[in-house]
């Protein structure tokens, strides 16, 4: 059968869940994210703190990203909305080896307001409750400390250092590594569980 570019981009759409949490919707990127997509990831910080986002970052940049979206086995790719207003993306992919790897970022505008956490927490939620995997794995930058805490707050736990290509930088650098078990997912959820009900 051979797709339109609206049907496939409707038929990835059904695959994706959209995600609600508390302040934030998470659903698969369409068309129309493009414009506001472009505008916050066209930041050297968002790109050199990302694997695969290039900058200067244009509108056809994001429209290819958003036609790509989901379209691989194991791909779960979301925007992240607060009010309708696109404020970042996350998701995981099989690219980078056997189990899960976890990415996101946010708008420069929509920092420091919990937003990666709550989104990544949904997204990891999702991972574990919705699908099989018995782990998930992640990096950050040893020079992005927020990204660490994102991590840590989702319950990741150190792993060791690697050295990881940065497509915007045309070079590898190092980054801490982290992992999140099924097992260590259950406990987070279950510690994070009890301090919510004190
Ligand atoms: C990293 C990033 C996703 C964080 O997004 P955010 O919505 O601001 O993150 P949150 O508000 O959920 O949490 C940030 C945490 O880091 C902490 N933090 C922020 N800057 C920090 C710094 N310089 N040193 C130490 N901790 C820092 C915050 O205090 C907060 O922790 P807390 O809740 O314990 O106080 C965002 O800055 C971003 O997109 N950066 C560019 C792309 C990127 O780094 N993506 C991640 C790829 S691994």
Redesign the pocket.
Known sequence: MILTHSTAETYREECTPVLETERLVLRAPRIEDAKAVAALAN?R??A????R?PHPYTFADAMQWISAANTRPGERTFVILREDDVV?ACGFDLREGPEPEL??????P???????????KAVVDYAFSAESHAALR????VT????????E?CGFQWDGVELIRIQSLKASVP?DRFMLTRENWLATRQRQAERAAR
């Open positions: 930041d910080r968002v050199e703190n990302t694997l986002i970042g990415g996101y970022w946010i708008g420069a929509y920092w420091s307001q919990d937003y990666a956490t709550e989104a990544a992640a990096g950050a930058r992005n400390p927020a990204s660490r805490r994102v991590l707050k980054s």
